[in-house]
Protein backbone atom coordinates (compact mmCIF):
# COMPACT_ATOMS: atom_id res chain seq x y z
CA UNK A 1 0.00 0.00 0.00
CA UNK A 2 1.18 3.80 -1.08
CA UNK A 3 1.77 5.78 2.06
CA UNK A 4 2.03 9.73 2.01
CA UNK A 5 1.71 12.81 3.83
CA UNK A 6 0.50 15.67 2.96
CA UNK A 7 0.40 19.40 4.99
CA UNK A 8 -1.89 22.31 4.49
CA UNK A 9 -1.72 25.83 6.58
CA UNK A 10 -3.39 23.93 9.63
CA UNK A 11 -2.90 20.50 9.49
CA UNK A 12 -1.01 17.84 8.70
CA UNK A 13 -2.16 14.27 6.94
CA UNK A 14 -1.63 10.37 6.23
CA UNK A 15 -2.34 9.90 2.41
CA UNK A 16 -3.12 6.63 1.08
CA UNK A 17 -4.85 5.41 -1.97
CA UNK A 18 -8.37 5.88 -2.86
CA UNK A 19 -10.49 2.73 -2.43
CA UNK A 20 -13.03 1.33 -4.04
CA UNK A 21 -15.54 1.62 -1.45
CA UNK A 22 -14.83 5.21 -1.86
CA UNK A 23 -15.26 5.63 -5.88
CA UNK A 24 -18.64 3.70 -5.55
CA UNK A 25 -19.97 6.01 -2.85
CA UNK A 26 -20.22 3.10 -0.60
CA UNK A 27 -22.03 2.36 3.03
CA UNK A 28 -18.86 2.54 4.73
CA UNK A 29 -17.17 5.62 3.40
CA UNK A 30 -20.52 7.41 3.91
CA UNK A 31 -20.39 6.46 7.79
CA UNK A 32 -17.26 7.71 7.83
CA UNK A 33 -17.49 10.86 6.30
CA UNK A 34 -20.78 12.36 7.24
CA UNK A 35 -19.81 10.68 11.15
CA UNK A 36 -17.33 11.83 13.55
CA UNK A 37 -16.82 8.50 15.61
CA UNK A 38 -14.79 8.15 18.43
CA UNK A 39 -11.68 6.47 18.52
CA UNK A 40 -11.02 7.00 14.67
CA UNK A 41 -8.42 9.11 13.06
CA UNK A 42 -10.86 12.08 11.37
CA UNK A 43 -10.43 10.99 7.25
CA UNK A 44 -11.79 12.65 3.92
CA UNK A 45 -11.56 12.85 0.41
CA UNK A 46 -8.97 15.14 -0.72
CA UNK A 47 -6.87 15.99 -4.67
CA UNK A 48 -3.45 16.07 -3.69
CA UNK A 49 -0.94 16.23 -6.22
CA UNK A 50 -4.20 16.09 -8.99
CA UNK A 51 -5.29 12.45 -7.70
CA UNK A 52 -8.05 11.60 -4.94
CA UNK A 53 -6.63 10.22 -2.26
CA UNK A 54 -7.91 9.64 1.11
CA UNK A 55 -6.43 11.73 4.13
CA UNK A 56 -6.29 10.47 7.35
CA UNK A 57 -6.00 13.78 9.88
CA UNK A 58 -2.90 13.04 12.33
CA UNK A 59 -2.10 16.74 13.33
CA UNK A 60 -0.70 16.88 16.86
CA UNK A 61 -0.78 13.32 16.98
CA UNK A 62 1.98 11.04 17.36
CA UNK A 63 2.41 7.32 15.97
CA UNK A 64 2.80 4.29 18.43
CA UNK A 65 5.93 3.24 17.63
CA UNK A 66 7.65 6.62 17.30
CA UNK A 67 5.61 8.10 20.76
CA UNK A 68 6.60 4.74 22.70
CA UNK A 69 10.24 4.50 21.77
CA UNK A 70 11.58 6.88 24.30
CA UNK A 71 8.24 6.33 26.62
CA UNK A 72 8.22 3.01 27.00
CA UNK A 73 4.94 1.00 27.84
CA UNK A 74 3.64 0.45 31.63
CA UNK A 75 0.30 -1.66 32.54
CA UNK A 76 -1.98 1.78 32.21
CA UNK A 77 -0.52 2.19 28.81
CA UNK A 78 -1.36 -1.20 27.78
CA UNK A 79 -4.96 -0.89 30.13
CA UNK A 80 -5.53 2.62 28.26
CA UNK A 81 -4.71 0.73 24.75
CA UNK A 82 -7.01 -2.07 25.73
CA UNK A 83 -9.95 0.10 26.66
CA UNK A 84 -9.61 2.06 23.44
CA UNK A 85 -9.92 -0.38 20.96
CA UNK A 86 -13.06 -2.53 23.06
CA UNK A 87 -14.52 1.19 23.12
CA UNK A 88 -14.29 1.21 19.41
CA UNK A 89 -15.29 -1.91 18.73
CA UNK A 90 -18.71 -1.06 20.13
CA UNK A 91 -18.68 2.23 18.58
CA UNK A 92 -18.50 0.61 14.77
CA UNK A 93 -21.09 -1.47 15.98
CA UNK A 94 -23.48 1.26 16.04
CA UNK A 95 -22.80 2.17 13.11
CA UNK A 96 -22.94 -1.35 11.35
CA UNK A 97 -18.98 -1.01 10.17
CA UNK A 98 -16.69 -3.84 10.21
CA UNK A 99 -13.53 -4.07 12.77
CA UNK A 100 -12.13 -6.17 10.36
CA UNK A 101 -11.11 -2.96 8.23
CA UNK A 102 -8.89 -1.63 11.11
CA UNK A 103 -5.20 -1.68 10.21
CA UNK A 104 -4.33 -2.97 13.64
CA UNK A 105 -0.47 -2.09 13.32
CA UNK A 106 1.80 0.36 15.27
CA UNK A 107 2.67 2.33 12.20
CA UNK A 108 -1.51 3.28 11.83
CA UNK A 109 -2.09 3.81 15.36
CA UNK A 110 -1.72 7.00 16.97
CA UNK A 111 -1.64 8.98 20.30
CA UNK A 112 -3.53 11.74 20.55
CA UNK A 113 -1.46 14.07 23.15
CA UNK A 114 -4.58 16.26 23.42
CA UNK A 115 -6.98 13.87 24.49
CA UNK A 116 -4.77 10.90 26.10
CA UNK A 117 -6.34 8.22 23.92
CA UNK A 118 -5.00 6.05 20.93
CA UNK A 119 -6.64 6.54 17.91
CA UNK A 120 -6.99 4.07 14.85
CA UNK A 121 -7.21 3.89 10.93
CA UNK A 122 -10.13 2.69 9.40
CA UNK A 123 -9.28 1.59 5.66
CA UNK A 124 -12.70 0.13 3.64
CA UNK A 125 -10.29 -1.68 1.49
CA UNK A 126 -8.63 -3.75 4.08
CA UNK A 127 -9.52 -6.92 5.31
CA UNK A 128 -8.40 -9.52 7.73
CA UNK A 129 -6.06 -7.81 9.58
CA UNK A 130 -5.76 -9.01 13.25
CA UNK A 131 -4.24 -7.18 16.03
CA UNK A 132 -1.09 -10.07 16.55
CA UNK A 133 1.52 -7.64 15.53
CA UNK A 134 0.22 -4.84 17.31
CA UNK A 135 0.47 -6.25 20.72
CA UNK A 136 3.75 -8.10 19.20
CA UNK A 137 5.26 -5.08 18.51
CA UNK A 138 4.26 -3.16 22.20
CA UNK A 139 5.65 -6.55 24.02
CA UNK A 140 9.24 -4.89 22.48
CA UNK A 141 8.52 -1.61 24.04
CA UNK A 142 7.52 -2.32 27.25
CA UNK A 143 9.75 -1.29 30.02
CA UNK A 144 12.47 -4.01 30.58
CA UNK A 145 11.63 -3.69 34.27
CA UNK A 146 8.17 -3.92 34.44
CA UNK A 147 7.18 -7.52 34.70
CA UNK A 148 3.29 -6.57 35.09
CA UNK A 149 3.92 -4.87 31.77
CA UNK A 150 5.30 -7.51 30.00
CA UNK A 151 3.06 -10.38 31.20
CA UNK A 152 -0.02 -8.28 29.88
CA UNK A 153 1.54 -7.59 26.84
CA UNK A 154 2.17 -10.89 25.95
CA UNK A 155 -1.18 -12.66 27.52
CA UNK A 156 -2.61 -10.18 24.46
CA UNK A 157 -0.49 -11.39 22.33
CA UNK A 158 -0.80 -14.76 23.06
CA UNK A 159 -4.93 -14.91 22.36
CA UNK A 160 -4.76 -12.24 19.75
CA UNK A 161 -5.53 -14.73 16.90
CA UNK A 162 -8.53 -15.65 18.10
CA UNK A 163 -10.73 -12.62 18.34
CA UNK A 164 -13.32 -14.01 20.55
CA UNK A 165 -10.45 -14.50 23.05
CA UNK A 166 -9.01 -11.45 22.53
CA UNK A 167 -11.92 -9.24 23.21
CA UNK A 168 -12.88 -11.00 26.61
CA UNK A 169 -9.38 -10.67 27.68
CA UNK A 170 -9.60 -6.98 26.17
CA UNK A 171 -12.74 -6.57 28.19
CA UNK A 172 -11.58 -8.26 31.00
CA UNK A 173 -7.67 -5.61 31.13
CA UNK A 174 -10.88 -2.71 30.16
CA UNK A 175 -12.16 -3.64 33.82
CA UNK A 176 -9.08 -3.51 35.87
CA UNK A 177 -8.02 -0.57 34.76
CA UNK A 178 -9.55 1.61 37.27
CA UNK A 179 -7.79 -0.05 40.16
CA UNK A 180 -4.31 0.45 38.82
CA UNK A 181 -2.02 2.91 39.86
CA UNK A 182 -1.22 5.03 36.69
CA UNK A 183 2.44 4.84 38.37
CA UNK A 184 3.42 1.40 39.53
CA UNK A 185 7.10 0.84 40.87
CA UNK A 186 9.22 -0.86 38.32
CA UNK A 187 9.50 -4.91 38.65
CA UNK A 188 11.82 -6.75 36.76
CA UNK A 189 10.93 -8.74 33.35
CA UNK A 190 9.84 -12.66 34.03
CA UNK A 191 11.80 -14.99 32.06
CA UNK A 192 11.55 -18.60 30.67
CA UNK A 193 12.50 -19.76 34.46
CA UNK A 194 9.62 -17.66 35.84
CA UNK A 195 6.98 -19.05 33.85
CA UNK A 196 7.94 -22.62 34.36
CA UNK A 197 8.59 -22.22 38.40
CA UNK A 198 5.11 -20.23 38.08
CA UNK A 199 3.13 -23.58 36.26
CA UNK A 200 5.11 -25.97 38.73
CA UNK A 201 3.10 -24.12 41.62
CA UNK A 202 6.30 -22.30 42.98
CA UNK A 203 6.54 -19.25 45.56
CA UNK A 204 6.26 -15.84 44.17
CA UNK A 205 9.32 -14.89 45.97
CA UNK A 206 10.97 -16.00 42.59
CA UNK A 207 12.28 -12.19 41.89
CA UNK A 208 14.01 -9.37 43.73
CA UNK A 209 13.39 -5.99 42.86
CA UNK A 210 16.44 -4.25 41.40
CA UNK A 211 17.23 -1.09 43.95
CA UNK A 212 20.18 0.81 44.46
CA UNK A 213 22.27 0.97 47.18
CA UNK A 214 21.38 4.66 47.44
CA UNK A 215 18.07 3.73 47.35
CA UNK A 216 17.54 1.02 49.59
CA UNK A 217 20.10 3.71 52.14
CA UNK A 218 17.15 6.52 51.53
CA UNK A 219 14.70 3.48 52.47
CA UNK A 220 16.20 2.75 55.22
CA UNK A 221 17.05 5.96 57.11
CA UNK A 222 12.88 6.85 56.22
CA UNK A 223 11.86 3.81 58.00
CA UNK A 224 10.28 2.17 54.97
CA UNK A 225 12.80 -0.42 54.18
CA UNK A 226 11.32 -3.93 53.36
CA UNK A 227 9.00 -6.42 55.43
CA UNK A 228 8.56 -9.91 55.67
CA UNK A 229 6.03 -10.93 52.82
CA UNK A 230 3.84 -14.00 52.73
CA UNK A 231 2.71 -15.95 50.02
CA UNK A 232 0.08 -13.63 48.70
CA UNK A 233 3.00 -11.29 48.38
CA UNK A 234 1.54 -8.84 51.16
CA UNK A 235 3.51 -7.69 54.24
CA UNK A 236 3.46 -9.80 57.25
CA UNK A 237 3.08 -7.36 60.07
CA UNK A 238 2.27 -8.82 63.72
CA UNK A 239 2.93 -6.24 65.67
CA UNK A 240 -0.76 -4.79 65.01
CA UNK A 241 -2.37 -8.23 65.33
CA UNK A 242 -0.73 -8.46 68.67
CA UNK A 243 -1.81 -4.83 70.06
CA UNK A 244 -5.46 -5.18 68.61
CA UNK A 245 -5.35 -9.16 70.83
CA UNK A 246 -3.52 -7.42 74.15
CA UNK A 247 -6.61 -4.88 74.03
CA UNK A 248 -9.02 -7.04 73.69
CA UNK A 249 -7.53 -9.59 76.39
CA UNK A 250 -7.05 -6.01 78.82
CA UNK A 251 -10.72 -5.31 77.96
CA UNK A 252 -12.04 -8.83 78.82
CA UNK A 253 -10.08 -8.72 82.14
CA UNK A 254 -11.48 -5.48 82.90
CA UNK A 255 -15.58 -7.23 82.02
CA UNK A 256 -14.58 -9.77 83.98
CA UNK A 257 -13.62 -8.02 87.01
CA UNK A 258 -16.54 -5.46 87.05
CA UNK A 259 -18.92 -7.75 86.14
CA UNK A 260 -20.02 -9.33 90.25
CA UNK A 261 -20.24 -5.18 90.56
CA UNK A 262 -23.26 -4.65 88.96
CA UNK A 263 -24.77 -8.36 88.71
CA UNK A 264 -25.48 -10.59 91.77
CA UNK A 265 -23.54 -13.93 91.26
CA UNK A 266 -23.09 -17.20 93.26
CA UNK A 267 -19.90 -17.24 95.28
CA UNK A 268 -18.50 -19.96 92.14
CA UNK A 269 -19.71 -17.44 89.69
CA UNK A 270 -17.21 -14.99 91.67
CA UNK A 271 -14.53 -17.78 91.48
CA UNK A 272 -15.35 -18.21 88.01
CA UNK A 273 -15.05 -14.20 87.02
CA UNK A 274 -11.71 -13.69 89.04
CA UNK A 275 -9.90 -16.66 87.45
CA UNK A 276 -11.44 -15.14 84.14
CA UNK A 277 -10.08 -11.73 84.77
CA UNK A 278 -6.34 -13.58 85.82
CA UNK A 279 -6.09 -15.37 83.14
CA UNK A 280 -7.10 -11.95 80.48
CA UNK A 281 -4.41 -10.02 82.57
CA UNK A 282 -1.31 -12.79 81.87
CA UNK A 283 -2.52 -13.34 78.24
CA UNK A 284 -2.62 -9.60 77.78
CA UNK A 285 0.44 -9.03 79.74
CA UNK A 286 2.30 -11.65 77.60
CA UNK A 287 1.10 -10.37 74.53
CA UNK A 288 2.82 -7.07 75.63
CA UNK A 289 5.86 -8.65 75.72
CA UNK A 290 5.55 -10.01 72.49
CA UNK A 291 5.35 -6.56 71.15
CA UNK A 292 8.27 -5.19 72.99
CA UNK A 293 10.47 -8.07 71.91
CA UNK A 294 9.22 -7.91 67.93
CA UNK A 295 9.78 -4.20 67.70
CA UNK A 296 13.77 -4.39 69.30
CA UNK A 297 14.18 -7.17 66.73
CA UNK A 298 12.98 -4.89 63.74
CA UNK A 299 14.80 -2.07 65.48
CA UNK A 300 17.53 -3.82 65.51
CA UNK A 301 17.10 -5.25 62.33
CA UNK A 302 16.98 -2.29 60.07
CA UNK A 303 20.24 -1.06 62.36
CA UNK A 304 22.02 -3.66 60.56
CA UNK A 305 20.67 -3.53 57.19
CA UNK A 306 21.74 0.24 57.41
CA UNK A 307 25.27 -0.63 58.20
CA UNK A 308 25.52 -2.88 55.86
CA UNK A 309 23.87 -0.97 52.77
CA UNK A 310 26.18 2.57 53.91
CA UNK A 311 29.07 -0.21 53.30
CA UNK A 312 28.07 -1.41 50.19
CA UNK A 313 27.78 2.27 49.14
CA UNK A 314 30.62 3.25 50.24
CA UNK A 315 32.41 0.52 48.26
CA UNK A 316 30.66 1.46 45.20
CA UNK A 317 31.48 5.38 45.19
CA UNK A 318 35.36 4.10 45.98
CA UNK A 319 35.09 2.02 43.27
CA UNK A 320 33.70 4.83 40.62
CA UNK A 321 36.57 7.04 42.29
CA UNK A 322 39.49 4.10 41.71
CA UNK A 323 37.64 4.03 37.61
CA UNK A 324 37.55 7.85 37.28
CA UNK A 325 40.81 8.02 38.47
CA UNK A 326 42.32 5.31 36.11
CA UNK A 327 40.70 7.00 32.94
CA UNK A 328 42.24 10.61 33.71
CA UNK A 329 45.54 8.83 33.97
CA UNK A 330 44.74 6.89 30.48
CA UNK A 331 44.26 10.65 28.96
CA UNK A 332 47.07 11.75 30.71
CA UNK A 333 49.44 9.45 29.20
CA UNK A 334 48.45 9.34 25.95
CA UNK A 335 48.49 13.35 25.82
CA UNK A 336 52.47 12.45 26.84
CA UNK A 337 52.97 10.12 23.52
CA UNK A 338 50.90 12.18 21.57
CA UNK A 339 51.53 15.46 22.53
CA UNK A 340 47.80 16.33 21.74
CA UNK A 341 45.04 16.87 24.18
CA UNK A 342 42.65 13.71 23.26
CA UNK A 343 38.59 15.06 22.98
CA UNK A 344 37.50 12.03 22.15
CA UNK A 345 34.61 10.87 19.94
CA UNK A 346 32.36 13.95 20.79
CA UNK A 347 34.94 16.25 19.23
CA UNK A 348 34.04 15.24 15.62
CA UNK A 349 30.24 15.13 16.32
CA UNK A 350 27.32 17.54 17.11
CA UNK A 351 27.55 18.41 20.53
CA UNK A 352 24.46 21.01 20.70
CA UNK A 353 21.86 23.56 19.22
CA UNK A 354 22.76 26.89 19.61
CA UNK A 355 20.15 30.05 18.63
CA UNK A 356 20.80 33.78 18.90
CA UNK A 357 17.43 34.81 19.94
CA UNK A 358 17.88 35.34 24.34
CA UNK A 359 15.09 33.77 24.36
CA UNK A 360 15.86 30.47 23.26
CA UNK A 361 17.22 27.98 25.36
CA UNK A 362 20.40 25.82 24.39
CA UNK A 363 19.88 22.29 23.32
CA UNK A 364 22.59 19.80 24.92
CA UNK A 365 22.74 17.14 21.94
CA UNK A 366 25.09 14.63 23.48
CA UNK A 367 22.64 12.30 25.62
CA UNK A 368 20.60 10.83 22.92
CA UNK A 369 17.85 10.20 22.01
CA UNK A 370 16.11 13.97 22.70
CA UNK A 371 12.32 15.09 21.95
CA UNK A 372 11.49 18.37 21.68
CA UNK A 373 8.00 20.12 22.02
CA UNK A 374 5.96 22.49 24.15
CA UNK A 375 4.88 19.95 26.62
CA UNK A 376 6.62 18.90 29.79
CA UNK A 377 4.85 15.64 30.36
CA UNK A 378 6.07 14.04 26.84
CA UNK A 379 9.03 16.12 25.96
CA UNK A 380 12.32 15.51 26.85
CA UNK A 381 13.22 19.32 26.63
CA UNK A 382 10.28 21.85 26.63
CA UNK A 383 10.75 25.01 24.55
CA UNK A 384 8.18 28.08 25.68
CA UNK A 385 7.36 28.88 22.32
CA UNK A 386 3.33 28.91 20.75
CA UNK A 387 4.96 28.11 17.48
CA UNK A 388 6.23 25.00 18.69
CA UNK A 389 3.98 21.54 19.10
CA UNK A 390 3.49 19.93 22.01
CA UNK A 391 6.06 17.17 20.21
CA UNK A 392 7.88 18.85 17.31
CA UNK A 393 11.27 17.04 16.84
CA UNK A 394 13.18 13.72 17.61
CA UNK A 395 16.85 13.31 17.55
CA UNK A 396 18.25 10.42 17.59
CA UNK A 397 22.32 8.88 17.15
CA UNK A 398 22.90 6.53 14.27
CA UNK A 399 24.58 3.35 14.43
CA UNK A 400 27.77 4.65 12.85
CA UNK A 401 27.55 7.89 15.28
CA UNK A 402 25.74 10.54 13.02
CA UNK A 403 23.33 12.87 14.43
CA UNK A 404 19.24 12.01 12.61
CA UNK A 405 16.13 14.71 13.08
CA UNK A 406 12.61 13.10 12.71
CA UNK A 407 10.29 15.79 12.12
CA UNK A 408 6.80 14.76 14.96
CA UNK A 409 3.62 15.78 12.46
CA UNK A 410 4.15 19.49 13.89
CA UNK A 411 2.04 22.37 12.72
CA UNK A 412 4.40 24.70 12.19
CA UNK A 413 7.33 22.39 10.86
CA UNK A 414 10.49 21.45 10.71
CA UNK A 415 13.27 22.80 8.40
CA UNK A 416 17.01 22.12 7.68
CA UNK A 417 19.15 24.62 5.62
CA UNK A 418 15.99 26.26 4.20
CA UNK A 419 14.52 23.13 3.49
CA UNK A 420 10.71 21.74 5.31
CA UNK A 421 10.45 18.42 6.10
CA UNK A 422 7.53 15.80 5.15
CA UNK A 423 5.71 15.31 8.15
CA UNK A 424 7.65 11.83 9.80
CA UNK A 425 10.46 12.69 7.59
CA UNK A 426 14.07 11.85 8.90
CA UNK A 427 17.19 13.83 7.69
CA UNK A 428 21.18 13.76 8.71
CA UNK A 429 22.03 16.69 10.44
CA UNK A 430 25.86 18.18 10.55
CA UNK A 431 28.10 20.75 12.17
CA UNK A 432 27.24 24.01 10.70
CA UNK A 433 23.60 22.89 9.79
CA UNK A 434 20.84 25.14 10.36
CA UNK A 435 17.61 24.64 11.64
CA UNK A 436 14.07 25.60 12.73
CA UNK A 437 11.12 24.69 14.93
CA UNK A 438 8.72 26.80 14.13
CA UNK A 439 9.73 30.49 14.89
CA UNK A 440 12.93 29.06 16.48
CA UNK A 441 16.20 29.07 14.55
CA UNK A 442 19.16 27.10 15.81
CA UNK A 443 22.67 25.75 14.64
CA UNK A 444 24.26 23.12 15.01
CA UNK A 445 27.65 22.95 16.15
Known sequence: MEIGHYRDALHTYLVLPEPEEV??????YRMLAANKIQGLLPCCLRAVNGEK????????????????????????????????????RRELSLYLLDPEHLIMTQEFVYYDLTEGHYLFLYYPDAGGRDMRDLFTSAADLVREDDRDAAAL????????EDPDLLLHRLETETTDQGGQDE???????PT?????????????????????????????????????????????????????????????????????????????????????????????????????LR???????????????????????????????????????REEETGTVFLGFEGTRASGLYSEDPRMPNIDLRRLPLTLGRNEQFADRAIEDPSISRLHVRFTREAEGGLMMRDLNSTNGTWINGRLLEPEESVPVHKGDEVRFGEAIYECR
Do not use: N, W
Open 23 to 28: QTGGYQ
Open 53 to 88: KLCYDITARQKFSVFHADRKLGVSDLQRLAADITAL
Open 153 to 160: AYRLAACA
Open 183 to 189: ETDPEPV
Open 192 to 292: DDYFRQEESGAGEGFYEEPVSVRQKQDLYEEGRGPKRQDRTGRSRDPVPGLSVAAALLLLGCVASAAYPMFFRVTERGLLLCRCLAVFCLVLSAAAGILIL
Open 295 to 333: SHRRKKAQTSDKGEDLRLFREEMRREQIRAERMQAEEKA
